[in-house]
């Protein structure tokens, strides 16, 4: 197993709501990947965070948004929860100044009703 | 952006036969193509990658071949175990610096 954490496992939410996830990076890791997977489906590329700048972003709206830490960790937040949003959110840590691979954490569930 | 179709989505295979799966993607500048495999209810695990400075890498049963002019790249798992079975996802990083592009991914299943 990585040494990548996320919390929470599992987040139940209305439409409307907002909701923050996290995770941890993997020590010696600057840079922190976020990624929707929907179910049946490949992960989705949202953001990437590199030494607490955004770094790049995939074809999400302005209701998705995060932060990094000093220490690496990073945030994941959604404003205006909706039914769609129901997926994995699968974060990933890597270090980019070595271009290493990306090692994903075990994800939250996030089901909005 | 880029684009990655991967191909079959379904892959039933006899144990110890071997299975092929095949990824295409669109942008040229990508240089980096992981593997991931995918377990019900699990995290995606990195099984094998290949960088676009090399054309074929091997990690005994699994092997990845990489053709940049034709703009594809394929995963060979060889002598196929009931432990295989998963679904696998390609992937490319056609945002560059390992924001990765993932195709739709293959569920494959060794048959006993």
């Known amino acids: 197993e990585t040494g990548v954490t996320q919390s929470p496992t599992h987040l139940i939410k209305t439409r409307g709501q907002q909701v923050t996830l996290r995770c941890s990076s993997q020590?010696?890791?600057?840079?922190v990947s976020w990624y929707q997977q929907a179910l049946g489906q490949g992960p989705q590329f949202i953001f990437q965070?590199?030494?607490?700048?955004?770094?790049g972003r995939g074809n999400f709206p302005p209701r998705f948004s995060g932060l990094q830490f000093p220490n690496y960790s990073s945030e994941l937040n959604v404003n205006a929860l909706e039914l769609d949003d129901s997926a994995l959110y699968l974060c990933a840590s890597s270090n980019r100044d070595r271009a290493d691979t990306q090692y994903f954490g075990p994800g939250t569930r996030l089901t909005v009703l | 952006g880029e684009n990655v179709e991967q191909h079959p989505s379904t892959l039933s295979v006899q144990e110890g036969d071997s299975a092929v799966i095949k990824c295409t993607y669109s942008?040229?500048?990508?240089?980096?193509f992981p593997w991931y495999k995918q377990e019900l209810g699990k995290r995606p695990q990195l099984i094998i990658d290949i960088r676009s400075n090399v054309g074929e890498k091997k990690d005994q049963r699994i092997a990845v071949t990489l053709n940049k002019t034709a703009k594809h790249f394929s995963l060979h798992i060889t002598e196929t175990q009931p432990e295989d079975s998963a679904v696998y996802f390609c992937a490319a990083d056609g945002f560059g610096n390992e924001k990765l592009t993932f195709g739709t991914g293959t569920r494959l299943t060794i048959i006993p």
């Open positions: 020590s010696g890791h600057n840079t």
């Open positions: 965070y590199y030494r607490e700048e955004e770094n």
């Open positions: 942008d040229s500048a990508s240089n980096y």
